[in-house]
């Protein structure tokens, strides 16, 4: 598992688990191995700065197996995260933290979602509850993995991008559905007045 830490002290009391590709940006059966490659979805940052005003930290965690299988090398994924990172706190919002597997789908590690790992080591850095954080993902395994951790699973289903199969498992089971980043934490997170 691999673990960038931006702040250990919450700038409140409330968190929010996001999947990275799909959520935050467009994702691509060939994954994103570059800066040039990842486009952030256009309600994306504004999503991050309202949940940065509600004082809401947000942890990524993120399936990433280019690395070990190796499409992507480590320098090559340092850089972008570094770059996405200075891309979000340009816009006036931040990441917490963000948590990553390198790990392909036969190595049976224990981060790699639907395996609850990286939700777990999240939740022994920082003071959450986890029956109360939500992780929003666009795919089976991310509410999987957030079913395996303890959290609220969200569903971010993107017109014409996500899985009418995931959907309809979700909506099954009365796991909450969006279609916008923006929608989904204006919803989850409403103004305290």
Known sequence: ?????????????????????????????????????????????????????????????????????????????FHLHQNIAAQIRRSG?????????????????SCRKPAPGMLRAAARLYPMDLSKTCFVGDKESDLEAARNAGCRPVLLHRNGTGS??????????RVPVYTTLLDAVQDLFPDPD
Not at 164 to 171: I, M
């Open 1 to 77: 598992m691999i673990a960038w830490i931006h702040r250990v002290e919450p700038t409140g009391s409330r968190f929010v688990f996001l999947d990275r590709d799909g959520v935050l940006n467009r994702d691509s059966p060939h994954y994103i191995k570059s800066w040039d490659e990842f486009h952030f979805y256009p309600d994306a940052l504004e999503a991050l700065r309202f949940l940065s005003r509600r004082r809401v930290d947000v942890v990524l965690v993120s399936n990433q197996s280019a690395l070990n299988r190796g499409i992507m090398t480590y320098d090559a994924f």
């Open 164 to 173: 009418p199969e995931v959907l309809s498992r979700a909506e099954a089971a």
């Open 93 to 109: 919002a931040h990441l917490a933290a963000a948590f990553f597997c390198p790990h392909r789908p036969d190595e049976g590690c």
